[in-house]
């Protein structure tokens, strides 16, 4: 099983560089199942981090032209790599392999382990943001709230010691809330590897989303899912960039009757 984790932005282009590919890669492929490679790819085009709505719109077209393109070189699964999910329903429609979004696969597992979640995220401005795509998700009633650490997304791997102190913090002050697990919003903070350590202080379950997306996509390989074309039917124009073959044949096969491998 070969995934592909794909960053729709330059992050190797900013502060961090390219090692944080290989950093990424490597934390990916710890928590892999025996036989599952990971790829980890970035854009050269959009914003080096993700931390508005705006930003997110500036990401997609990277993402639509991409997915296409790691489908035909035989990706058996891409996960979006912004918690944000950002083209997520989109980027379905094109191709014919399952796509994760971290923050729609990080409630959906919160909502096994509990009730209600906290979501924790990077700065305040993130906040509306992600009640809107959890609404979006059809998961908003087991959103107790989300709180932000005011930290910015590339200062998290430097700052991770307070970072983690602050999260100790916000995540006291949501359990006292009513909420009963928590949700890491931010795939930078998910890299920390703070999950399981924070987990032990605050006495809740604690998903880090860049294992629950991996776990989602390797989940519905091998289950041999796709998305289905009644929820994400392919456009009926070939996008321009998105490469060929992937939303028409798509298409065909399901009017054919044949199953999609």
Same mark, same amino acid.
């Given at each position: 099983m070969?995934?592909?984790?794909?960053?729709?932005?330059?992050?190797?282009?900013?502060?961090?560089?390219?090692?944080?590919?290989?950093?990424?890669?490597?934390?990916?492929?710890?928590?892999?199942?025996?036989g599952?490679?990971? !790829?980890?790819?970035?854009?050269?085009?959009?914003?080096?981090?993700?931390?508005?709505?705006?930003?997110?719109?500036l990401?997609v077209?990277?993402?639509l032209?991409?997915?296409?393109?790691?489908e035909?070189?035989?990706?058996?699964?891409?996960?979006?790599?912004?918690f944000?999910?950002?083209?997520l329903?989109?980027?379905?429609?094109?191709?014919?392999?399952?796509v994760?979004?971290?923050?729609?696969?990080?409630?959906?597992?919160?909502?096994?382990?509990?009730?209600?979640?906290?979501?924790?995220?990077?700065?305040?401005?993130?906040?509306?943001?992600?009640?809107?795509?959890?609404?979006?998700?059809?998961?908003?009633?087991?959103?107790?709230?989300?709180?932000?650490?005011?930290v910015?997304?590339l200062?998290?791997?430097?700052?991770?010691?307070?970072?983690?102190?602050?999260l100790?913090?916000?995540?006291?002050?949501?359990?006292?809330?009513?909420?009963?697990?928590?949700?890491?919003?931010?795939?930078?903070?998910?890299?920390?590897?703070?999950?399981?350590?924070?987990?032990?202080?605050?006495?809740?379950?604690?998903?880090?989303?860049?294992? !629950?997306?991996?776990?989602?996509?390797?989940?519905?390989v091998?289950?041999?899912l796709?998305?289905?074309?009644?929820?994400?039917?392919?456009?009926?124009?070939?996008?321009?960039?998105?490469?060929?073959?992937s !939303?028409?044949?798509?298409?065909?096969?399901?009017?054919?009757?044949?199953?999609?491998?």
């Amino acid at each position: 099983m070969h995934v592909t984790y794909f960053i729709p932005g330059p992050l190797s282009r900013g502060p961090l560089g390219f090692g944080e590919l290989e950093r990424r890669r490597a934390y990916l492929e710890r928590h892999a199942a025996p036989g599952t490679t990971v !790829a980890v790819e970035d854009s050269e085009e959009g914003p080096v981090s993700i931390e508005s709505s705006a930003e997110e719109a500036l990401c997609v077209p990277s993402l639509l032209a991409s997915a296409p393109r790691l489908e035909s070189r035989g990706t058996n699964a891409i996960i979006v790599g912004c918690f944000g999910d950002p083209g997520l329903c989109a980027v379905r429609e094109v191709t014919s392999i399952p796509v994760v979004g971290p923050g729609q696969a990080s409630g959906h597992l919160a909502a096994q382990v509990g009730d209600r979640f906290a979501v924790l995220t990077v700065v305040d401005e993130v906040v509306p943001s992600v009640h809107r795509q959890f609404r979006g998700h059809g998961l908003e009633r087991f959103v107790s709230e989300v709180r932000a650490v005011d930290v910015p997304v590339l200062e998290l791997r430097s700052r991770r010691n307070e970072v983690l102190d602050t999260l100790e913090g916000e995540g006291h002050a949501a359990v006292a809330n009513g909420a009963d697990s928590i949700v890491l919003g931010c795939m930078t903070m998910g890299f920390l590897d703070v999950a399981r350590e924070l987990q032990a202080r605050l006495g809740v379950p604690v998903v880090n989303p860049v294992v !629950a997306a991996l776990k989602a996509a390797e989940g519905m390989v091998a289950a041999g899912l796709a998305p289905s074309v009644r929820a994400y039917p392919p456009p009926r124009k070939q996008l321009e960039g998105a490469g060929a073959g992937s !939303a028409s044949g798509r298409m065909s096969d399901e009017r054919d009757g044949h199953p999609l491998e």
